[in-house]
């Protein structure tokens, strides 16, 4: 066992995508804050850096004759980290999504349970909910169920003594899927400071069932999932003096309900947009009730 195989063989440049790609993600989330603190000249300059290093990573890192990222400049390796730092940040051209996709599909659970955050965050980013779910529930070595038959009742420093012989048993940087679920799987994330407009957006891939509650400053989340071959219900609630952005999964022409009522005439439900197979509708706080066809 070497570090190599924590990093899937990445090579080290003295300018390179892993890097670069934390950078760009740095300068996009300071201009974020910006915005927030309403220092909006600020946000501008860093949201216009950030364009500027995307548009630089792009021409310095991607290979265009495979379509996928290169560890860095001076090397022709192509890594799991290479690319799925890049696809989790948003820096991904759309013509180069389905390359890069494959390519790290084809790479496997390649990187340490660190880097297992990114690759997850990257695969829903790309609605690989299916794979995604394949690797949290994978039974291999390098898997999350491996910790548990080691006998750990906390996520480990690394996927097993075979590539870290002096590992600890408690590192919380193991921990993706305890966020992932929340925030990726079931989708529940804050659009705004404090929970004040909420995004609901569930990626379950071909689960059948699925429920979460999510404690938030505002109050509780509850999200349940049950899909019985095409039919789907979905039902969400959304705690007082919040909003909400709910993303329906969906088929195109699918006729969605909200508690027996076309969605289009339901009460307090705004339909903002069809997307990816979703339908967007914005909602204030409440229970509903979403009925339809997934296909």
């Not at 899909?227 to 952005?245: K, W």
């Not at 993303?247 to 195109?252: C, D, G, H, K, L």
């Not at 307090?268 to 509708?281: G, L």
Request: proline content about 5%; some cysteine.
């Amino acid at each position: 066992p070497t570090p190599e195989g924590e990093r899937d063989g990445y090579v080290f440049t003295p300018v390179n995508t892993v890097v670069n790609a934390f950078h760009y993600r740095s300068l996009v989330l300071i201009g974020r804050i910006a915005n927030v603190l309403g220092r909006v000249q600020e946000a501008e300059r860093f949201f216009k850096r950030a364009e500027m290093v995307k548009i630089a990573f792009n021409k310095q890192f991607l290979n265009r004759t495979t379509g996928i990222y290169v560890d860095g400049i001076g090397t022709e390796h192509s890594s799991l980290h290479a690319n799925m730092f890049p696809l989790a940040f948003g820096l991904v051209p759309d013509n180069n999504l389905s390359r890069v996709v494959a390519f790290i599909k084809s790479r496997g659970m390649a990187c340490s349970v660190y880097g297992a955050q990114y690759l997850l965050e990257a695969l829903f980013a790309a609605g690989e909910t299916e794979y995604a779910l394949q690797l949290m529930t994978s039974e291999s070595k390098r898997s999350w169920m491996n910790m548990i038959r080691a006998g750990s009742t906390m996520t480990t420093e690394a996927w097993d003594e075979y590539f870290k012989p002096n590992l600890t048993w408690n590192h919380a940087w193991g921990s993706a899927p305890a966020n992932i679920i929340a925030r990726k799987l079931m989708g529940i994330e804050p659009l705004k400071p404090a929970y004040r407009t909420i995004r609901v957006k569930p990626q379950l891939g071909n689960l059948r069932y699925a429920h979460i509650k999510k404690p938030t400053i505002r109050g509780m989340v509850e999200v349940t999932w049950q899909r019985d071959e095409d039919d789907f219900i979905l039902i969400v609630h959304i705690p007082a003096n919040t909003e909400a952005e709910i993303w329906i999964p969906s088929a195109p022409q699918s006729v969605i309900a909200e508690s027996g009522t076309d969605i289009y005439q339901a009460k307090d439900i705004e339909i903002v947009d069809k997307k990816d197979k979703f339908t967007i509708c914005r909602t204030g706080a409440g229970e509903y009730h979403f009925t339809g066809k997934m296909f």
